[in-house]
């Protein structure tokens, strides 16, 4: 698999050379899509060897930093360029593609060669309550401002400001939690999956190396999405949903699966629905506060299909979880729901 990862980073020069080229948007932007999946994966494996060389604080931090650093910088860049259909919609995909299209994926493939897999249902609940925490503050956000009739766009403004707040506060105390007083629920199933083979220094290198090329592919990315969107025919709110969380979650899918292989579901688990956490209660309200320093100032309050899906892929999920337990079947009704979502958001205008 790893062989796989580094033989698409041959799309890194040859996205740049169409750029340079000035060859279709189409062509390039699933070229530098193809480039931005083995460098997301890099930049999670560089966090992750960095974690076990230091800490478990400052593992917190990178994780909290560099977890879905692809998607925060495919993100800035869309901010920047005015698309808030596309950074709201990528937040929605991202959430989604991890609860129902990653988690699909992993409890499947672990269930084809085990009747079922058992993980530990205290720590997954703690995660799906934060989950939808982040769906309720979603929903104050889109909604309460239209009750409220507030017309006033400072106030509107000011108000996701301040629900942003709130969620990165609660997202820290989730953090608080897994890392220090209740970090023995998110061991069960570790083992040596967390020791180093990197050096530091080649940790750090590969990290900001990765970031900085992730940058560059993502600025290619976001700047044909306008056009490609027109030539396929495509809304921006489908491409953000759809193709754009899926290169962000690459390197998610590959990792959760093969820990789901291996019989460490606690891991599978922690990879899906602790990155959809991460999107939605850390890099969401992150996007609020980076987009004041720009023309178009982005707010909490999202479409209604876009609310509709993220609610009931938490809910699934949480019912699922529930019991402890997976098998195949609730591999396959999750990844169904996904499909049914994605064709939803094909037809949404």
Known sequence: MDNFFLCLLVFIPIAAIANFLHAPATAIFFLSALAIIPLAKYIGQATEELAAKTSASFGGFLNVT???????????FALRAGLLTVVKASITGSVIGNLLL??????????????????NR??????????????????????????????????????SILIAACMIVAYLASLFFSI?????????????????????????????????AVAWMSNMLVGTISVMAQNMGWTDVFIGVVLVAIVGN?????????MAIKDKMDLALQIAIGSATQMIMFVAPVFVFISLIFKN??????DALELASMFL??????????DGESNWLEGVQLLISYIIMAIAFFFHQ
């Open 66 to 76: 560099f977890g879905n650093a692809t998607e925060l910088i495919i993100g800035i």
């Open 102 to 119: 990653v988690l699909g994926s992993a409890i499947m493939a672990g269930g084809i060669i085990r009747k079922k897999q058992i993980f």
């Open 122 to 159: 205290a720590g997954a609940l703690a995660g799906g309550s934060t989950l939808f925490l982040g769906v309720i503050a979603l929903v104050i956000s889109t909604f309460i401002p239209v009750a409220a009739s507030l017309t006033n766009g400072t106030a509107v403004k000011w108000f």
């Open 180 to 212: 220090f007083t209740h970090k023995h629920l998110y061991l069960s199933d570790v083992g040596g999956e967390n020791e180093s083979e990197w050096s530091l220094a080649k940790g750090i290198v590969v990290l900001f190396g990765a970031t900085i």
């Open 250 to 258: 690459a390197a998610e899918h590959t990792s959760a699966i093969v």
């Open 297 to 302: 100032q982005m707010t909490l309050a999202f």
């Open 313 to 322: 892929a938490v809910l699934i999920v949480n019912i699922i979880i529930e």
